[in-house]
């Protein structure tokens, strides 16, 4: 089935450094992509997606994108801040189940931390 | 604005006593989820419901329960039979057409 592989943490980093976080699919076909973020005591929220293969996703400075040649979504960002410490989680592709509704799973994510 | 609500934030429970939880959604969406997240580990899908009246058990169902008598709302009990019940519970929504999954602000359940 579809899957993600995601690089475990923690990840600590200075502020201002240039953060890596990998990501890497599995799937049948090209489904679209997707970063959450969950900072400290909060839901997830979405952080950025990418629909199709060669698209980018970006928002509030990360940048992810769609590279099918190496079946990654590898997020980015040039200038880490102390407010982007918090868990990002690559999620899966659309999961196939019964019906048309998606099940979606995570792993743990990465925790990072951001220190000034 | 849109978005999903759970109810309470914040709740603390005696062993042996059921409590419920509750998530709201204004999105119109028909795919409703809970997740089960403890400090330091991923989500784990309770159970999820893909339209009204019908729910589907998740990876780890056991002493909870859920019902979906309304779109908007996908409440969850914690019974009794769970056995670490202790953890951040998230609820999610999703629409069938679409591919974005959609987070409530999550409710910390301890038991003392």
């Known amino acids: 089935g579809d899957s993600v592989t995601q690089m475990e943490g923690p990840v600590t980093l200075s502020e201002e450094a240039f953060l890596t976080i990998n990501c890497t699919y599995t799937?049948?076909?090209?489904?679209?992509l997707f970063w959450y973020v969950q900072y400290p005591g909060e839901g997830l929220q979405l952080l950025l997606k990418?629909?199709?293969?060669?698209d980018k996703g970006s928002n509030k400075g990360f940048e992810a994108t769609y590279r099918k040649e190496t079946t990654s979504f590898h997020l980015e960002k040039g200038s880490v801040q102390v407010s982007d410490s918090a868990v990002y989680f690559c999620?899966?592709?659309?999961?196939?189940?019964?019906?048309?509704?998606?099940?979606?799973?995570f792993g743990s994510g990465t925790q990072l931390t951001v220190l000034p | 604005d849109g978005g999903i609500t759970q109810s309470p934030k914040y709740l603390f429970r005696k062993e042996g006593q059921n409590v419920t939880l509750s998530c709201e959604q204004n999105l119109n969406h028909d795919a409703m989820y809970w997740y089960r997240q403890d400090p330091g580990q991923g989500l784990r899908l309770i159970y999820y419901?893909?339209?009204?009246?019908?729910?589907q058990k998740g990876d780890i169902a056991e002493g909870y329960s859920v019902s979906r008598e309304k779109k908007e709302s996908f409440p969850l009990t914690v019974t009794s039979a769970q056995k670490n019940p202790t953890a951040f519970y998230l609820c999610?929504?999703?629409?069938?057409?679409?591919?974005?999954?959609?987070f409530g602000e999550g409710s910390w359940l301890t038991v003392v």
């Open positions: 990418a629909t199709k293969a060669d």
């Open positions: 419901s893909q339209i009204v009246n019908d729910f």
């Open positions: 799937a049948t076909g090209y489904p679209s």
């Open positions: 999610a929504s999703s629409a069938v057409s679409g591919n974005t999954i959609y």
């Open positions: 999620a899966p592709p659309e999961g196939a189940v019964s019906g048309s509704a998606r099940q979606l799973t």
